[in-house]
C-alpha cells in the first residue's frame, strides 16, 4: 500500500507528462483564469526547472514533451502549438524554435521522434478518414517529410491519442485509430493503435485496441514496447505486435501509465468505481506492489523513470513514489 499522495503544486493542472529514462523530468500544464501556464519539474528534487511558459496550452492534445538528441545530448524538450505556429523549447539549454510554417498551423496531435539521428517534432493533422503526418527538426525547424495514414470516419468524441517514447523508440510512435472502414458499420470496437515510422513515412504495423485508446509506449528491455489494457488484464507488446508479458488485472483499468523503473517495467492503472484510486504492478509478478490514493478528481497521469507516480487534478499536482521493493 503506497497510500496518499503529496502535492508538488498548488492550483489546477489539466496535463501530465514525463521523460521515458535518464532525468526523470516531469512537464504539466496549469490552468487559471489569468492565465495558463506550462511548468517542468526536477523530480529528483522535487522543484521546478527554470521559468514556467506563459499561455501555455491546457489541452494535452496541443502539447507535448520528452527527451530529443541534439548538441548537448539528450535534453528534456517541450513542444507546444499557439496561434497556429509550433514552439519548441529546450529546457536546458534555453533555445526556443517557432515553426512558422502554414504546413503546421493548428495541430490535432503532437508527438516527439529520432528522424535518422536528428531530434523531431511530429504534427497530426485530422484530415477524417486519413490523419496527415508532419515531421520537422525540433532544433531547426527545417521540414523533413510528410505522409497520410488511415484515420477514421468517428467524428466529435472520439479521443485520439499519439503515444512515443524518444528517444528510445527511435522513429516508431503509436497513433489510435479507428477501424470502421465502412460507414455504418455497427462494431462496438472500431479502433486499433496503428504504429508508425516517421523515416519510412508510413504505418509499419496494426495493434489491436480494446476499446481503450491509450497504450503508453515506454522503454523496456532492448527497445520499445506498447503497454495496453485489455478486458482484466495488462498486455505489454513490441510494436510489431509480440506479447511479452500479460498480468490479471481483475478491476479492469482503462487509464493507464507506464514506465520502466530500475529494469522493471511498472504499470499504475485506474480503478473503475473509485475515483482518484490507482493500482500500481510490476508486469513480472502476478500481485499488485500497492495502491495510490489521489485526493481529487484525476484529470491526467504519468509515470517517471525514477518510479514517481503523478497526477494533475483541479487542486493541483499530486505525487507518489510507487517504485516499491
Known amino acids: 500500500m503506497f497510500g496518499r499522495t ?7 493542472f489539466e496535463s501530465v507528462r514525463t521523460t521515458v529514462q535518464g532525468a526523470a523530468t516531469a512537464f504539466a500544464s496549469r490552468v487559471a483564469d489569468g492565465g ?14 527554470g521559468a514556467p511558459i506563459p499561455a501555455f496550452p491546457g489541452d494535452r492534445d496541443e502539447w507535448t514533451f520528452g527527451a530529443l538528441p541534439g548538441p548537448r545530448g539528450e535534453t528534456p524538450v517541450v513542444a507546444w502549438a499557439c496561434r497556429g505556429r509550433l514552439h519548441v523549447h529546450d529546457l536546458l539549454g534555453g533555445d526556443e524554435v517557432v515553426i512558422d510554417d502554414a504546413d503546421a498551423s493548428f495541430p490535432d496531435l503532437l508527438g516527439l521522434a529520432v528522424h535518422e539521428g536528428r531530434g523531431a517534432v511530429v504534427a497530426v493533422f485530422d484530415r477524417r478518414p486519413e490523419a496527415e503526418i508532419a515531421v520537422w527538426d525540433a532544433r531547426t525547424g527545417e521540414r523533413l517529410g510528410a505522409f497520410e495514414v488511415w484515420f477514421g470516419f468517428r467524428g466529435a468524441g472520439f479521443d485520439r491519442f499519439l503515444q512515443h517514447a524518444a528517444p528510445a523508440a527511435g522513429p516508431l510512435m503509436a497513433l489510435t485509430c479507428d477501424t470502421e472502414r465502412l460507414r455504418g458499420e455497427k462494431s462496438a470496437d472500431r479502433h486499433f493503435v496503428g504504429v508508425l515510422d516517421v523515416e519510412r513515412g ?16 515506454v522503454p523496456w528491455r532492448d527497445g520499445a514496447v506498447l503497454v495496453q489494457p485489455e478486458p482484466k488484464r495488462i498486455v505489454v507488446r513490441r510494436p510489431d505486435g509480440e506479447e511479452l508479458a500479460v498480468v490479471d488485472a481483475p478491476e479492469g483499468p482503462e487509464e493507464l501509465a507506464a514506465a520502466q523503473v530500475d529494469g522493471r517495467l511498472l504499470v499504475a492503472g485506474n480503478v473503475p468505481g473509485e475515483p482518484g484510486a490507482f493500482t500500481v504492478r510490476d508486469v513480472a509478478r502476478s500481485e499488485p506492489l500497492g495502491r495510490v490514493e489521489v485526493p481529487a478528481p484525476v484529470h491526467d497521469v504519468a509515470l517517471a523513470p525514477d518510479g514517481t507516480f503523478l497526477a494533475a487534478t483541479d487542486d493541483g499536482l499530486f505525487a507518489a513514489c510507487v517504485s516499491g521493493p
Open 36 to 49: 495558463n501556464a506550462g511548468i517542468a519539474w526536477d523530480l529528483a528534487r522535487r522543484a521546478p526547472l
Open 202 to 217: 508510413r504505418q509499419v504495423a496494426e495493434l489491436p485496441s480494446w476499446g481503450r485508446r491509450r497504450s503508453p509506449m
Open 6 to 12: 503529496e502535492r508538488l503544486a498548488g492550483g489546477a
